[in-house]
């Protein structure tokens, strides 16, 4: 042989391709997916067929578990012990099976996720209902196959005699498939069988009322009809397990909430784990105590609340929180015919009836040929004891057995086999009474052999047949139903009083980003005073805010977007300190800016929009409730050109005017009403038409003839004019001038461009801040009430070199 002929080239990805495919064909088919008709992975199949082969029955004593699980490895299963072990465990768990196929005797672990005692020391048999599934297979019902070594036969599927697929449920993992089949009810899955059976073309929506739902072992309360509807129908739906709950009360007025069902593969010590640190961490207020006191009479977690708690609210939380209530998805995934198929209820129903149809023919087909053997049999003594004399007359004549059979073949007509039991037959049975019961005998299997027949010729016999041993199977062990069932999903809306304790508190921000929430009892401490809050050097407060530890907060940026900060999540300083860098409780971008902060205590507030100002003259009014979000990261506002950025936000009645200011001393006013309502991320209409090197500076929100209009230039000259001055116009005009610059080489100039502009009723206590870090704190009453377009006074003093960039208002005491 050649070298060439030896090692053929090969590709990486054909090679890995065709052993992955082999893999996955092995691990769908023989590991993680049950097969349609007895509901089994095979290494449960072969831990009970072990048992059964092996004589570990529900008549006889216990058995070490080893000893079953070498049987299983040796003989079926050429896997790891822990594997064999893993399964049998689970199918003696009364809180993973509806009806456990596996009767544990020792520790086989608890709800609590401790794991079983070692397979040496527990002791298991077979539970009463296993032997339902195993029930006729040695009347050659099912076929069975060589095992891995060719030493022994295995069954390729259990006869199953009711539908274990449905009533124990699955869950597996494969390559490229998945399934979860939740347990449910054994008569109602039974009745469901029945009503197929009855009617061919019957409905998902009549099986429904049949099988109300899934039935899980440890109880709950299951919510979603429609979700069970969907998954019966496609083999895909989402349902919802609550736990079962109650509110009880105490001595002294407390109260406590107890739960004595929790939604099943939920942990126990886990869930009980994350009601404590809830507790420990504070999240909720009210929760006093939480304890485990489950024992033999069953699950019971009592959670104890502290006095004059939120029950209800607190329970709502838990629910939304823990595990107290979780989703469920169906996925139903059976093998059927070598290969992975999703079912619907009906599809699974059927193919489960199919099944039966084959079981029970073939054993009607085997009972049938060893009663027609046991027939000719009989009808051969019986004809011998009616010529007895002369039957035992050629017996006397014959030389041996062998010429005795012979002879009474030929001379009576016998078969061989009748013969052979003639000459077989004991004295004793040549009495009265024994041909008396071997004629009744043979009249007894003519019936029975009757009756077999006319099962096999029969399909309304047949049916008759599997619904009536169903029916059987249903009375001896069905149970109540333990899962109650909810039409609709009840949304879970946590009362935020719940989790915060309502406090009145100062949140402020200043102009590098510091953030922080201050209790008034601090302030007060600190000695009441505004000015005398915690900064760093050169910075001032921008933002000063009296809320309460349950509102919320939008904070919008320059660039357009918004985020919403509960005050709660604000952290607490001192008055005296600098606070946190706002970056560490938002995830604001290091090149943006916060422009706005407006406090908000319901967004379903009716009339109530935002109004956003651009530099470039944009203005947009949306409405608040579309601002309602969950998310922590920065949504879109509106939405900005590049060369633009938003200078104010303000929340508005829609009931006023707009008046805008521009940086070159221009202005305009009209009815906010103008600006049609848009959507969040729209970008707005023109509200001032400006010239290239202009921008907007300030825009108030100004009605009636009452007030003045107060500007600033950025050598600190500043002035007041009459707001009976500026006439409401169309919006999109080019406005009117609000401030004149003085121009010329002999002239003081009092400034290049506008900084700021206020809407003034009373005298304001204003803050001029520096390009060089200094502040000037002076009123508004200082400046002149003028022209419209007057040069204004000098009332903030501004050093050469030096000019003003902001002015911000000092906030009232509070």
Known sequence: MSVSEQHLPAFLEEVVGDRFGRYSKYIIQDRAIPDVRDGLKPVQRRILYAMYESGNTPDKPYRKSAKTVGDVMGNYHPH??????????????????????????????????????????TEARLSNIAMELLRDIDKRTVLFKDNFDNTAKEPVVLPSRYPNLLVNGVSGISAGFATEIPPHNLREVIDACIALIDNSDITVE??????????????????????????????KGRIYLRAKTAIEDMKGGRQQIVVTEIPYQVVKSKLVTAI??????????????????????????????????????????????????????????????KTPKQFGIKGLLEAYVEHQK????????YELEKAE?????????????????????????????????????????????????????QLYRLTNLEITSIEKELKDIQKTIAYLRGILSSHTKLMGVIKQEMGDIRQRYGIDRRSAIQEEVEELKV??????????????????????????????????????????????????????????????????????????????????????????????AKEDRIVSVIPVKSFEEPGKTLVFVTKRGQVKRTELKEYQTNRSSGLVAVKVADSDEVITVRLSDNAKEILLVTRLGMSIRFKEMEVNAMGRAAAGVKGIQLRDEDEVVAAEWVEGEEGEIWVVSDHGYAKSSLLLD???????????????????????????????????????????????????????????????????????????????????????PV
């Open 373 to 425: 053997d046991r027939a000719h049999i009989l009808e051969g003594l019986a004809k011998a004891l009616n010529i007895l004399d002369e039957v035992i007359a050629t017996i006397k004549a014959s030389k041996n057995r062998q010429d005795a059979q012979k002879n009474l073949v030929d001379q009576f007509g016998f078969t061989e086999r009748q013969a052979d039991a003639i000459l077989t037959l």
């Open 358 to 365: 084959d079981v029970v023919t073939r054993r009607s087909q």
């Open 206 to 235: 009549q099986l429904m009322k049949v099988v109300k739902g899934p039935d899980f072992p440890t109880g709950g309360i299951i919510m979603g009809e429609e979700g069970i509807r969907e998954a019966y129908e496609t083999g």
């Open 495 to 588: 009362n935020l009083e719940v989790m915060v304790t309502p406090e009145d508190v100062l949140v402020t921000l200043s102009s590098d980003g510091y953030l922080k929430r201050t209790s008034m009892l601090s302030f007060t401490r600190s000695g009441g005073e505004i000015e005398s809050s915690g900064v760093k050097e050169n910075d001032y407060i921008r933002h000063l805010l009296e809320v309460n530890t349950i509102d919320n907060l939008l904070l919008f940026t320059q660039k357009g977007l918004f985020y919403l900060l509960p005050v709660h999540q604000i952290p607490e300083y001192k008055w005296k300190e600098n606070g946190t860098p706002i970056v560490n409780v938002i995830p604001i």
């Open 726 to 812: 500026y006439p409401i116009q169309g919006r999109g005009g080019k406005g009117i001038i609000t401030f004149e610059f003085k121009e010329g080489k002999r002239v003081k100039p009092n400034g290049t461009t506008l900084q700021e502009a206020f809407f003034v009723k009373h005298a304001l206590r204003l803050t001029a801040i520096m390009k060089s870090g200094a502040q000037h704190t002076f009123t508004t009453e200082e400046a002149p009430i003028e022209d419209r377009k007057s040069h204004g006074k000098s009332v903030v003093p501004v050093v050469k070199g030096d000019i003003v960039v902001s002015v911000i208002k000092r906030p009232a």
């Open 276 to 337: 404590e640190m809830i507790r420990i961490e504070k999240k909720v207020e009210g929760i006093a105590e939480v304890r485990d006191e489950s024992g033999r009479n069953g699950l019971r977690i009592v959670i104890e609340l502290k006095k004059e708690a939120d029950a209800q609210g607190i329970l709502t939380y838990l629910l939304k929180k823990t595990d107290l209530q979780v989703a469920y998805s169906f996925n139903m995934v059976a093998i059927v015919n």
């Open 80 to 121: 790891g012990d822990a594997s064999i072990y893993d399964g049998m465990v689970r199918m003696a768990q009364p809180w993973k099976m509806a009806h456990v196929l596996v009767d544990g005797h020792g520790n086989w672990g608890s709800m609590d996720d401790d794991p079983p005692a070692a397979m040496r020391y």
